[in-house]
């Protein structure tokens, strides 16, 4: 395996507490009943807003912001992030994040938890026209990554992210959540990082 992608939320930082808390403020702003968030994480928020108002811009600001003034109050990196992206790269393993997170959000959190030397680039919502499960962020990765499919893999923790990679015909593996796909293409669920690390043989 030459180079990893990984999904930025729910898998490199903790930061779902955040965006649910976000949404909450959203629903109760328009006044609707939304959907919990585990039913929308690694969506675009622009999609998800654009179900229940035509003010897809405002309304898209305002979680947005919501998220990062959350954000703002602490550090979310999981424990296990920084050492193996580490061992990651002294294993000669390239990677990059392609995250439903807008850019400034995104690079944020990754330049807060030291994550950003680590990557070759990283692909956000504001960089494709469709979000996941619709597999153009994970096929556009691999392109930018230059790197064929079979020797990618996607690390994933939301259903709509498994599904996108798999609709790339990406090899792609859950961690944290203990979600499974019916796919081929399905590498396993692993706990956290560092069980997914050792399951391709980067030693620690």
């Not at 999904?7 to 009943?33: E, I, K, P």
């Not at 995104?106 to 070759?120: H, T, V």
């Amino acid at each position: 395996m030459n180079f990893l992608i990984f999904d930025m939320d729910g898998v490199l930082v903790d930061s779902t507490a955040c965006h649910a808390r976000a949404f909450d403020d959203l629903w109760r702003r328009l006044g609707v009943d939304g959907p919990p968030y585990p039913e929308i994480a690694g969506q675009p928020t622009r999609e998800v807003v654009a179900r229940y108002t035509r003010d897809v811009a405002e309304w898209t600001a305002f979680k947005q912001q919501r998220a990062r003034e959350y954000l703002a109050e602490g550090s979310f990196a999981y424990d296990d992030a920084l050492p193996c992206l580490d061992a990651m790269r002294r294993a000669g393993i390239h990677m990059a994040v392609a995250t439903g997170a807008s850019k400034v959000t995104a690079e944020m959190l990754l330049e807060r938890a030291r994550l950003m030397p680590y990557l070759d680039f990283v692909l956000t919502a504001d960089d494709v026209a469709a979000g996941k499960p619709d597999p153009e962020m994970y096929r556009r990765a691999v392109e930018q990554s230059g790197v064929a499919p079979a020797a990618t893999a996607v690390v994933e923790d939301s259903r709509s992210g498994l599904e996108a990679a798999a609709a790339a015909t990406v090899p792609v593996a859950c961690v944290r959540t203990g979600l499974t796909l019916d796919s081929p293409l399905f590498l396993g669920s692993f706990a956290g990082l560092r069980e997914f690390g050792a399951a391709v043989g980067v030693p620690f």
